[in-house]
């Protein structure tokens, strides 16, 4: 530190040392005693600006103007966001632009910075400064834990060594049992043959006896015992027994030896950073697949649990469903429920959630109440996304993994699509190129989200009676607002009834397929209308018996799924050859 500035002295000029400086350069940021302002002022390779001491800091340095160097920036232009000097407007350059007034710029600014510097020193830093001073003891818990879990470890690996030896002494125990049944049977068979023999041996003696003897009457008594003789014992035959261990499954031995739970490392600020959507695997499906004349329904899912709004297929053959309650549910095609879910917050919602799938499998949903995005993993969920001053709608995950994010302001007043990765905002999506909106606004009303195999995103906008899509930039390619075909269908069943474009095309849930097809619910003629990727309609699905059709999906081999709002069923459709 400067002697001169140290807190046991008082302030010097800087350029002769005299105590107690009067006048201060603000753009040099010196102290000057009155003598030496002169002195100062002389050196010409630089621009001064000289003030009393009291004032010093109040003179403010406009910065030097880019494309006309020797001028100062006093103005700022606000659709540039470029300070510009009075040559830059006089140039034309900035014609029909609204500039004001740098130093308005500069205290506007000047006001975020103070709020920020505020929030960071008093709500963020004593934020961290908490976390921090939790860490210490949470490692020592952690270090706790892992002693703990190695005792159990090593428990479980004596317990199975214990298994095993039980079973080896088993096995031998029933090896000797074994052979000592067979050693038993070959004894008696032994002793069996040992006595026929000797009964031999006593006859061939007899009949020696008898060849050697003239008695008549012993010879004529004779009866021959070799009938009997010749019948042989049947041969024991003992087949040896081998030993075939298995082979040894590893994957099994660790099923078996257990397992850890789910580690979480989840706090209330930065549990949003945990996600990160897992990258798309490649798929491949046949090209150019011709519709079939009548599409029939393959299967039917009675969710049994109140009105389904969302599905999302998990595979092909478990589907995850959502609607108008905070339980979200999995079932597979025999209408089993295989799991279910609770939201995070546990709050029954004023609307529904919406759902959708990562490519691993992991569930993503939407708590418009809770204003978050959550990702269900194992049996943990954990926070995505945190909004504020907008409440999320419906959503769905991109062939990239990232997410598209429907969105109400909290006013009511604005609906735009969001693209994250992550927690991270990618792009916002609200406008068309002449500023208009592209949705229709407010909370009541759905819109449904899905990814073009193009990469188009296309929203399903029940309130305008429209479907609308835009290319990956957010460039708004077409919107579809039914066919006329819906017309005649609507009058057929309200005869004499007239209805406007709004009315007759109600779409509801959307999905695409492999062909990169569009397809959507329409609510108001019970039927699925398919569109070509250009928004070019080429045909219905109306002959299913289809009723308030809402949610839709398609598995890997495009057979649909229409979540039907009043029947509370899933139907599983078949319109590809």
């Known amino acids: 530190m400067d002697p001169k500035r140290c807190i046991q002295d008082v302030l010097r000029c800087d350029l002769c040392d005299n105590p107690a400086p009067s006048m201060y350069c603000d753009f040099c940021n010196k102290y000057l005693c009155k003598p030496c302002v002169g002195k100062h002022l002389s050196d010409l390779s630089k621009e001064h600006k000289v003030v009393p001491f009291e004032k010093r800091g109040s003179t403010p340095y406009y910065p ?38 740098i130093l308005i710029r500069f205290e506007s600014i000047k006001e975020v910075i103070h709020r920020d510097l505020s929030e960071l020193e ?5 934020k961290y400064e908490d976390i ?7 490692k020592a818990d952690l270090n706790e834990n892992s002693e703990k879990l190695k005792t159990a470890i090593n428990r479980r690996g004596e317990e199975l060594h214990r298994e095993i030896d039980t079973i080896s002494q088993k096995i031998k125990a029933d090896l000797v049992e074994l052979n000592t049944k067979h050693i038993a049977d070959l004894n008696t068979q032994e002793s069996d043959i040992q006595h026929t023999i000797s009964g031999i041996t006593q006859t061939i003696e007899d009949l020696r006896n008898i060849l050697d003897s003239n008695d008549v009457s012993i010879a004529c008594a004779y009866k021959s015992r070799n009938d009997k003789f010749r019948e ?13 261990p298995q082979k040894t499954n590893k994957e099994g031995i660790y099923q078996q ?30 090209s150019d697949r011709s519709f079939i004349d009548k599409p029939w329904i393959i299967t039917e899912i009675n969710s049994k649990y109140g009105r389904v709004c969302s599905i999302s297929c998990l595979n092909d053959e478990n589907i995850w469903t959502s609607g108008r309650d905070k339980i979200m549910r999995l079932y597979n095609l025999h209408g089993e429920l295989v799991k279910s879910v609770q939201t995070k917050s546990g709050i029954k919602p004023l609307f529904m959630h919406d759902i959708t799938v990562t490519m691993k499998g992991d569930l993503v949903y939407t708590d418009f109440d809770d204003r978050t995005v959550n990702i269900v993993k194992n049996t ?11 409440r999320p709608r419906n959503i769905c995950c991109t062939s990239s993994g990232k997410l598209l994010v429907v969105m109400d302001s909290d006013d009511d007043k604005q609906t735009k699509v969001v693209r994250y990765s992550g927690s991270k905002v990618e792009r ?23 990814e073009n195999r193009n990469f188009d995103i296309c929203v399903s906008d029940n309130k305008a009676g429209a479907l609308v899509v835009v290319n990956q930039a957010g460039k708004h390619r077409f919107t579809y607002t039914g066919h006329p075909g819906s017309l005649i269908k609507r009058l057929f069943s309200f005869a004499g009834s007239l209805f406007t474009t709004k009315e007759l095309f109600n779409p509801r849930g959307i999905t695409t397929d492999s062909q990169s097809r569009i397809l959507t619910a329409d609510w108001t003629t019970n039927c699925i209308h398919i569109l070509d990727q250009d928004g070019q309609f080429l045909r219905y699905i109306d002959n299913c018996d289809i009723q308030t059709p809402w949610g839709l999906c398609v598995d890997t081999s495009d057979n649909l799924f229409v979540a039907e709002y009043a029947t509370e069923k899933v139907k599983k459709i078949k319109y590809y050859k």
């Open 64 to 101: 030097k103007c880019q494309k006309h160097l020797s001028k100062q920036c006093e103005l700022h232009c606000k659709p540039c966001d470029i300070p510009i000097c009075v040559h830059c407007v006089s140039s034309g350059e900035h014609l029909g632009h609204e500039a004001v007034d």
């Open 122 to 126: 008093n709500v963020i830093y004593p």
């Open 132 to 138: 921090l001073s939790n860490i210490p003891a949470r």
């Open 232 to 244: 042989l014992p049947p041969k024991l035959k003992v087949c040896l027994p081998t030993f075939t």
């Open 257 to 286: 030896f257990g397992s850890f739970s789910a580690f979480s490392n989840e706090t209330e600020e930065t549990e949003e950073h945990i996600f990160a959507m897992d990258s798309p695997a490649t798929e491949t499906s046949p």
């Open 380 to 390: 943990h969920i954990y926070k995505v996304i945190k909004l504020r001053g907008w």
């Open 428 to 450: 916002s999506i609200q406008f068309n190129d002449y500023g208009q909106p592209l949705y229709s606004s407010g909370s009541y009303y759905i819109k449904y989200i899905t």
